[in-house]
């Protein structure tokens, strides 16, 4: 065994549930935390949603039903001195909590350690300017894109490249604030809001591929460089409509073994460029006349379609995903629902 030396773990949740997100995180959340009990830690969890599963008295061995803002978290972290945090199970939340401790010096000063995806991986996903970057030094195609922080060099941009232009802020849960604009008016009024909701005020402006076929791919990856694809899954839906809204089927249905092929091993170029530890998202736009396509973007954590993929293929990503953080291979964590096979299996 590999097991990192952690005794005490805190558990970012992902704060109150909006109709039609973050259920998922409870989900993946009370896996995870069971995860970690069953390899002898001591499990802190702090989320701000009574009503989970994963608050539940059982699932943890404390529970802070607090606001998980910088200031609070620093207070629990003072308090229970964790050895280690785990930030990837409480979606868009917990990543900008797990930067905010970091840039805030409060992880080295309590000397925890950020388990799963680290800060390189999550600022390298998130940061929009830094994916287009670590995108195009491993070849993978990502559209025509700008990254602003005012409103009129955004839209001298869309001007330029043509609508309809997608827009992107960097760092909001489940693409709040972005949109797709048509034309110079919904442009401004989109990239507006944008700007205003995004925590570092950014926004990408990328061409629009809405119409093309969107597909995911759920990868895992440990500490060694292992590497497996859980599944790859369709949307019913073209780009343009959020994955979230979007009725998605695994496996996937209408790919060719060639088109298949291609983004499964861009994919695992993917994981392992960015060194996530843990489950991974990535989403592609695919034109199915020409076999081109886009990388989306990456989740450095699970997500909605985690929680799909566990319970379509019964392999248990969260439950994997926190045993990977603590340092376990995949050839050395049994599959909880075979019971026979190892984690590394596909």
């Excluded at 390189?120 to 602003?148: C, T, Y």
């Amino acid at each position: 065994m590999t097991k990192k030396n952690v005794k005490k773990v805190l558990v970012i949740g992902s704060g109150p549930i909006v109709i039609g997100q973050a259920a998922e995180f409870d989900y993946a959340g009370t896996q995870a935390c069971r995860s970690l009990k069953e390899e002898g830690m001591e499990v802190i969890l702090v989320n701000s949603n009574p009503s989970t599963i994963m608050t539940d008295v059982d699932i943890a061995d404390r529970v802070y039903i607090e606001p998980i803002t910088l200031p609070f978290v620093t207070e629990v972290i003072k308090k229970e001195r964790p050895d280690a945090l785990l930030a990837t199970l409480g979606g868009q939340v917990g990543l900008n909590m797990a930067v905010d401790l970091s840039e805030a010096g409060v992880l080295e000063k309590y000397g925890v350690e950020l388990l799963g995806s680290s800060l390189h991986a999550i600022k390298h996903a998130e940061d929009r300017e830094l994916f287009k970057r670590a995108m195009n030094e491993i070849h993978q195609p990502v559209p025509e894109s700008g990254i602003f922080d005012e409103l009129e060099p955004a839209v001298t941009f869309a001007d330029k490249i043509g609508y309809p232009v997608i827009i992107r802020p960097a760092y909001t849960l489940g693409g709040t604030g972005g949109g797709i604009a048509h034309d110079r008016y919904e442009m401004e009024e989109i990239s507006n809001r944008g700007i205003k909701l995004s925590p570092i005020n950014q926004i990408l402006v990328e061409r629009s591929v809405a119409g093309w076929k969107e597909v995911e791919f759920e990868v895992m990856r440990d500490s060694a460089d292992n590497c497996i694809i859980v599944c790859a899954m369709e949307n019913i839906d073209p780009v343009g409509v959020h994955t979230g809204d979007s009725i998605v089927v695994a496996p996937t249905q209408t790919l060719t073994d060639g088109q298949y092929q291609m983004l499964r091993t861009a994919s695992l170029d993917i994981i392992r460029y960015l060194q996530i530890e843990g489950g991974c998202n990535v989403q592609y736009a695919l034109d199915t006349k020409t076999n081109n396509y886009y990388v989306i973007e990456v989740n450095p954590r699970v997500s909605r379609s985690s929680a799909l993929a566990s319970k379509a293929t019964g392999y248990p990503i969260a439950k994997v995903a926190a045993k990977i953080a603590l340092g376990m291979h995949l050839d050395e964590i049994t599959n909880s629902i075979t019971k026979s096979t190892k984690a590394c299996f596909e």
